[in-house]
């Protein structure tokens, strides 16, 4: 009897939560908040795991490919939806108890002390500028190394690398850091260094998702996105391309990869994108973690570049040099759509690589003394084969015509085999008439088209080193 009592008491006080009035979005944050963990998901089958478990929209951490193992950031509820469904899962770590980020890490203040202090000792081979404002209003700074850095110039290539569109991603700015520590450090004493800064424009950005990363210091140590609205917008699928087109991204708010209200929407992407659209890198690394692997475009499922031959080739080779898997997304994860490097790609042939650094025993908040120096050393051999390899086969020039024509022209790439012209690729051109196509040696016909007439057409024959052609029209 008295046990029929607490079983109907129990019922009651059941229903009566069960049905309070939270939304699901709601439930998901009040979980989140008390119940936020770390999770391991051992899989048998790594490609079915990885989709059920995007498809399930669960914030996934990382991989590990040895192990067949997933990292899921979850609450308790979905911990409970997974063991269900039978998944063989346990906790890693959980909120409350985490040690949380290594305060070696840098925040955005301390990024912003940083550059300028590079920029103070180095005044003559580096130039600081902001790309924009974050939605709080901080600045997204950028420094450029070059030998010239105040003028743009038009015979130098220019390669970007940066870090973090994700907030608890503490050890991307680290590497961008060591990018601009080796560069300025040994300039002059190391020949190939003085060499790249001599040859190249290169440009870092050390710190893109300021205001996340500050959320992340001060409120939520496992934040991702920025900080929109409380809930934030994923910046890594808030790009124009392919923009919601491949189940690569979510529209939920509460979602880790909420792609946000419409293409563009944040101010730190359309910093991105007007930054890109006037330096017009040749090559870029986007850097995230983890789960150590090289990701080229592009991310929804069997889409390939155009220039595939080439993309992949560079991508596979720094997979090599860093022992890092490498493919695009969707072989080698999951369908991801509204990426900044798909969208580099597409708009300006910019040839684009994500690096997730580090595996799954470092995770989002590995210990500093443990991992932040074999990280950036180990990544050393990737930004810099990019350093050398933007100085290999490829064709690069300017194209002088009336100012009117080159605010709109483009070059078409033809491949010569056997006395017939293939489509390469069609490279949109730079407004001071600049351009780079990197190509593998071979015999191509560039065909310069404004207005859509082709006004000049010069055949090509790329070896090993960079060829320069300048076209006068
Ligand atoms: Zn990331």
Same mark, same amino acid.
């Given at each position: 009897?008295?046990?029929?009592?607490?079983?109907?008491?129990?019922?009651?006080?059941?229903?009566?939560?069960?049905?309070?009035?939270?939304?699901?979005?709601?439930?998901?944050?009040?979980?989140?908040?008390?119940?936020?963990?770390?999770?391991?998901?051992?899989?048998?089958?790594?490609?079915?795991?990885?989709?059920?478990?995007?498809?399930?929209?669960?914030?996934?951490?990382?991989?590990?490919?040895?192990?067949?193992?997933?990292?899921?950031?979850?609450?308790?509820?979905?911990?409970?939806?997974?063991?269900?469904?039978?998944?063989?899962?346990?906790?890693?770590?959980?909120?409350?108890?985490?040690?949380?980020?290594?305060?070696?890490?840098?925040?955005?203040?301390?990024?912003?002390?940083?550059?300028?202090?590079?920029?103070?000792?180095?005044?003559?081979?580096?130039?600081?500028?902001?790309?924009?404002?974050?939605?709080?209003?901080?600045?997204?700074?950028?420094?450029?190394?070059?030998?010239?850095?105040?003028?743009?110039?038009?015979?130098?290539?220019?390669?970007?690398?940066?870090?973090?569109?994700?907030?608890?991603?503490?050890?991307?700015?680290?590497?961008?850091?060591?990018?601009?520590?080796?560069?300025?450090?040994?300039?002059?004493?190391?020949?190939?260094?003085?060499?790249?800064?001599?040859?190249?424009?290169?440009?870092?950005?050390?710190?893109?998702?300021?205001?996340?990363?500050?959320?992340?210091?001060?409120?939520?140590?496992?934040?991702?996105?920025?900080?929109?609205?409380?809930?934030? $917008?994923?910046? *890594? @699928?808030?790009?124009?391309?392919?923009?919601?087109?491949?189940?690569?991204? #979510? %529209?939920? &708010?509460?979602?880790?990869?909420?792609?946000?209200?419409?293409?563009?929407?944040?101010?730190?992407?359309?910093?991105?994108?007007?930054?890109?659209?006037?330096?017009?890198?040749?090559?870029?690394?986007?850097?995230?973690?983890?789960?150590?692997?090289?990701?080229?475009?592009?991310?929804?499922?069997?889409?390939?570049?155009?220039?595939?031959?080439?993309?992949?080739?560079?991508?596979?080779?720094?997979?090599?040099?860093?022992?890092?898997?490498?493919?695009?997304?969707?072989?080698?994860?999951?369908?991801?759509?509204?990426?900044?490097?798909?969208?580099?790609?597409?708009?300006?042939?910019?040839?684009?690589?994500?690096?997730?650094?580090?595996?799954?025993?470092?995770?989002?908040?590995?210990?500093?003394?443990?991992?932040?120096?074999?990280? $950036?050393?180990? *990544? @050393?051999?990737?930004?810099?084969?990019?350093?050398?390899?933007?100085?290999? #086969? %490829?064709? &690069?020039?300017?194209?002088?015509?009336?100012?009117?024509?080159?605010?709109?022209?483009?070059?078409?790439?033809?491949?010569?085999?056997?006395?017939?012209?293939?489509?390469?690729?069609?490279?949109?051109?730079?407004?001071?008439?600049?351009?780079?196509?990197?190509?593998?040696?071979?015999?191509?016909?560039?065909?310069?088209?404004?207005?859509?007439?082709?006004?000049?057409?010069?055949?090509?024959?790329?070896?090993?080193?960079?060829?320069?052609?300048?076209?006068?029209?």
């Amino acid at each position: 009897m008295k046990n029929l009592k607490y079983i109907l008491a129990s019922i009651v006080i059941f229903t009566v939560f069960a049905t309070t009035s939270f939304s699901h979005e709601e439930n998901n944050q009040l979980f989140r908040k008390e119940w936020t963990m770390i999770a391991k998901v051992q899989v048998k089958n790594f490609k079915q795991g990885l989709k059920t478990l995007s498809e399930m929209d669960y914030d996934i951490a990382g991989v590990d490919f040895n192990q067949k193992i997933i990292d899921v950031l979850i609450n308790h509820h979905q911990y409970m939806a997974l063991k269900l469904k039978g998944f063989d899962v346990s906790i890693a770590e959980t909120k409350g108890v985490t040690r949380g980020p290594d305060k070696n890490y840098k925040n955005p203040e301390e990024i912003e002390t940083i550059v300028k202090d590079f920029h103070a000792r180095f005044k003559d081979i580096t130039k600081l500028v902001s790309i924009g404002k974050s939605l709080e209003g901080r600045d997204i700074w950028a420094l450029k190394i070059s030998d010239d850095p105040a003028a743009n110039d038009l015979s130098e290539p220019t390669v970007l690398f940066n870090s973090m569109h994700h907030a608890r991603e503490i050890m991307t700015p680290e590497v961008s850091i060591d990018i601009i520590e080796y560069l300025l450090e040994n300039y002059q004493s190391e020949q190939k260094v003085t060499d790249w800064v001599n040859n190249t424009q290169i440009w870092v950005i050390p710190m893109f998702n300021v205001d996340g990363n500050n959320k992340m210091w001060n409120h939520d140590s496992w934040w991702r996105k920025n900080t929109r609205g409380g809930y934030g $917008v994923d910046l *890594n @699928r808030n790009y124009p391309t392919g923009w919601d087109s491949c189940n690569g991204s #979510s %529209g939920s &708010r509460s979602s880790q990869t909420y792609r946000g209200p419409s293409p563009a929407s944040e101010p730190e992407t359309q910093a991105m994108m007007d930054f890109i659209k006037e330096v017009r890198p040749v090559f870029d690394i986007s850097y995230h973690a983890y789960s150590e692997l090289v990701i080229y475009p592009f991310g929804c499922g069997d889409q390939r570049t155009q220039t595939k031959e080439v993309v992949e080739k560079i991508g596979n080779k720094i997979g090599s040099l860093l022992n890092y898997k490498a493919g695009t997304a969707w072989e080698l994860l999951y369908n991801a759509d509204g990426g900044d490097i798909d969208w580099m790609y597409d708009a300006y042939q910019v040839i684009p690589f994500v690096i997730e650094l580090n595996n799954s025993r470092a995770g989002f908040h590995p210990k500093y003394k443990k991992w932040r120096d074999k990280t $950036v050393e180990r *990544n @050393r051999d990737g930004w810099q084969f990019l350093l050398n390899r933007v100085q290999k #086969s %490829g064709v &690069r020039g300017v194209v002088s015509m009336a100012k009117s024509n080159l605010s709109d022209f483009t070059v078409e790439v033809y491949k010569l085999e056997n006395g017939s012209e293939k489509l390469f690729q069609t490279y949109v051109g730079h407004h001071t008439g600049a351009y780079h196509i990197v190509l593998n040696p071979g015999s191509y016909r560039l065909k310069i088209k404004t207005i859509n007439k082709i006004v000049n057409t010069t055949d090509v024959e790329v070896q090993d080193e960079l060829l320069t052609q300048n076209i006068a029209i």
